[in-house]
């Protein structure tokens, strides 16, 4: 059997190096890599078929921590030429969101697409409403940016 831990057996990316933490050097590094909802990212798949066509829906994602959850948001991003870009409703508030819009509509008419990976979304509600957030993110994702909403476990 090979030596698990050889420098030869790791993967060769910026992301992998030898001094990266484990969990980052066995972390899939395309969609095709990911273990596990084949239904939905194989070819024939909702979110295969979204990737095909260069195009994502808002999805919300919902598993317990270390999931994959960011992992998959991320490569979903990647295969469609998407910036990724990762916001936690814990730590955020209504003002990062519109820092993270303005930053897309920038990028936007560059002709870059953002993802916006939106971790914990259901702690929005504890820190007070969002004035027709559902609003907001519709009208966001048509002007400027492809939004894809992704939730950890919830309550």
């Known amino acids: ?17 030898p001094g ?12 095709g890599d990911v273990v596990g909802q084949e239904h939905l990212t194989g070819a024939d798949g909702a979110i295969g078929r ?16 270390g999931t994959g959850k960011t992992t998959t948001a991320r490569l979903l991003a990647d295969a469609v030429g998407m910036r990724f870009e990762p916001i936690s409703a814990v730590f955020s508030g209504v003002a ?7 930053t897309a509509k920038d990028h936007a008419r560059r002709g870059e697409k953002t993802l916006l ?6 702690r929005f509600n504890e820190l007070g409403p969002i004035d027709n957030s559902h609003r907001f993110f519709n009208m966001i994702s048509r002007k400027y940016t ?8 919830g309550r």
């Open 117 to 122: 990976f939106v971790d914990e979304i259901h």
């Open 146 to 153: 492809q939004i894809a909403i992704l939730e950890s476990r």
């Open 20 to 31: 990266s933490p484990l969990a980052d050097r066995l972390r899939p590094q395309r969609l």
């Open 1 to 17: 059997m090979a030596d698990l831990f050889a420098p030869e057996d790791l993967p060769t990316d910026d992301q992998s190096t």
């Open 50 to 65: 979204m990737v095909a066509a260069g195009r994502l829906s808002s999805i919300i994602l919902w598993g317990p921590p």
């Open 96 to 102: 990062d969101l519109k820092k993270i819009f303005a």
